[in-house]
């Protein structure tokens, strides 16, 4: 089940308006990435534009973006489609992340979180007062992205903030496919506040360290149950 509350900080600063276009795009970005729209499923334009209350013009203008993330796909004559996941393109993406997530981290704690450090306060704050529960999988799937994407926010590059927020959304779409064949989920998610402490404390060799660590655990996971 979607949690609202999550999704706000999910997909960045909860005051600020956003146009229609990046309604329907950060809704149907969530749905695509978590799979709740099946991979190679065909996109309803009538129904999603009834659902996400937008029209058809701002509608197809998030699916455009989508489709330059690669989450979705438009055939002539046929239509747009949610993409399949490519669990072949793990290794490729891994590598990218391997480069730039430390360095985000890096940045981020450089600035000790910058704009985004209340957010990180924040987020740090919830992990401490769920001690030691355990998450379910779909908890602990987005409580790994909210959290990436607030250290890319906090580095303060725009630039490496969209390519990350690209390549860890596709690899979320990998791990969402494997998520329940992975026993050590929530040990995987637990890194996070060794991760936040280091950005917040202004650390930047420890952040990028941390970081490191748990891009190279995501892969070694995935493929021990591929």
Known sequence: MRDDSML???????????SLVDQAFLQLQDRLIFLDIPPGSPINEG????ELQVGRTPLREALKRLESDHLVVTYPRR???????????LSEISQVREVLEPLAARLAAERRGGGSRALLEELQEKLRSRGDDRLDRDEALRWDIRVHRAVYAAAGNAHLQATLDRYSNLATRIWCVVADRIPQLHEHIAVHSALLAAVLDGDPERAAAVMADHVRDFETQIRQVL
């Open 8 to 18: 706000t900080t999910l997909t960045g600063a909860r005051d600020e308006p956003r």
């Open 47 to 50: 129904r999603l534009s009834q």
């Open 79 to 89: 239509g747009t489609f949610a993409t399949t996941v490519d669990i072949t393109a």
